[in-house]
């Protein structure tokens, strides 16, 4: 650590100490479950303390027993929340004045509104700091965040300096914006480097295609959010700037909750902040040991606005186990990606979102964007910007078909753009099949 990043990292910890040290506390116990996993009874504990909370202080689970277990109780979702907004806010703490209400789009664009209890804020905090610790960014590196600014989540000039942070908006990600993009990474000498997949393949694409050498950049880290980064992104963006890339598997109203492991795409998540299910896709039956399902998560901490057995709308597979101390322990082996996203074959068979980045991959620089759209059973359409002078349609629809079957029907329909989503990101695939959907 330079001096000035020195003095920021004993800064914060200093501060934190003043008021209490709670940050520091949480940190610990994020750090120590990480390695030597959750103790059931604990969970238990924390699970039955939350229900019974949220009986005696909301209007949505006022009629259900304090001693009713998770299963008893409903699975919400986005929806449920903004249709339902009112009847989760805590009695108790709803007029805290410590208390955050925090905005996020999500990938329809509709905002969602959510009231943060103080202690919750603590936590996150306390989980970033781990999590940015376990991928290679300490407190007081200087950090660019790729995304997009909107208003709710933009920072004052105060902030950006109190954060050693530079934001850097996704919503232009022409040649220009890239190259100012790269300046900015080597002039300001930037560390660690956090974005949405998607703009960072952009950036590493530009460095490609322009032989920018990244030599005088001392960047430490890379950590994708929010999209699943093709594999081959990954390793080439590790090479580039010689420096580890591991994604955070997180979401704005909870958190980060979980981090990529180096040697495979599995992650490893916190499973002291959050308790974790795997639902089956058509009911609210726990999903068989292997088998994809929907990803639930109750988060023990935000007692303003409690989010018990909250629906994230992404897919994955889970395992958990237990080691010789009884202590539990879980990964995801792999995340799909949003409900909304997941595709199926001819054979009603899901398809995980890396098939569709890695097939775009082997016709880089011909095919510029594309967007496979599941419109039925086994009716496609493929949205194609490309150079269509160079482009081999028969061969970009047989790399397709290889994954869908061979008796998928594609309908190919030329495009100047296929535009980002009102959350910023781009989809390169999206199920509009209501017998799958």
């Not at 689970?61 to 903004?82: A, M, Q």
């Not at 103080?118 to 610790?133: M, Q, S, Y």
């Amino acid at each position: 650590m330079i001096l000035d990043e020195r003095l920021r990292w004993m800064g914060f910890w200093m501060l934190d100490k003043m008021k209490g040290g709670k940050t520091r506390e949480y940190y610990d116990q994020i750090r120590y479950a990480w390695k030597e996993g959750s103790s059931v009874e604990e969970t238990e504990k924390r699970i039955q303390n939350l229900i019974a909370h949220a009986v005696k202080t909301t209007d949505f689970y006022k009629d259900y027993p304090e001693t009713c277990s998770l299963e008893d109780l409903p699975v919400v979702n986005k929806d449920t929340f903004r249709q339902q907004y009112d009847r989760f806010v805590s009695s108790t703490y709803k007029d805290a004045p410590d208390n955050r209400v925090m905005c996020t789009s999500g990938s329809t664009g509709t905002p969602l509104r959510m009231i943060q209890i103080r202690d919750k804020i603590r936590h996150n905090t306390a989980g970033g700091i781990f999590l940015g610790a376990a991928a290679g960014y300490y407190i007081g590196m200087k950090e660019a965040f790729i995304r997009v600014w909107v208003n709710n989540v933009r920072k004052s000039k105060f902030q950006l300096l109190q954060e050693n942070l530079i934001m850097m908006d996704s919503s232009r990600m022409d040649e220009k914006a890239l190259e100012e993009m790269f300046h900015v990474i080597e002039k300001k000498k930037v560390k660690c480097l956090v974005g949405y997949s998607s703009a960072l393949g952009e950036l590493s694409e530009y460095i490609r295609k322009t032989g920018r050498d990244c030599s005088r950049c001392v960047v430490k880290a890379i950590i994708p959010i929010s999209e699943t980064m093709p594999e081959p992104v990954r390793r080439t963006l590790e090479k580039q700037f010689n420096c580890p890339v591991r994604a955070w598997y997180s979401n704005e109203e909870n958190g980060i909750m979980g981090l990529q492991n180096r040697e495979d795409e599995g992650y490893h998540i916190d499973t002291e902040t959050y308790y974790y299910e795997i639902l089956k896709m058509d009911s609210d039956e726990p999903a068989e040991e292997g088998e994809l399902g929907r990803i639930v998560v109750t988060d023990y901490y935000n007692k303003t606005f409690p989010m018990v057995r909250y629906d994230t709308g992404d897919t994955g597979i889970m395992r958990m186990y237990k080691d010789p101390k009884g202590r539990v322990h879980g990964k995801y082996v792999e995340i799909y990606g949003r409900r909304g996203s997941l595709m199926y074959n001819t054979k009603g068979e899901p398809l995980s979102i890396h098939v569709f980045m890695n097939t775009l991959l082997k016709f880089e620089g011909i095919v510029y964007q594309a967007k496979c759209i599941q419109w039925g059973e086994k009716d496609y359409e493929l949205l194609v910007n490309a150079d269509q002078e160079k482009l081999d349609i028969d061969e970009v629809l047989a790399a397709y078909r290889h994954y869908l079957g061979e008796d998928a029907e594609i309908k190919v329909t030329y495009v100047d753009e296929i535009p980002i989503q009102a959350s910023g990101k781009f989809m390169v695939c999206e199920n509009k099949w209501d017998g799958r959907k």
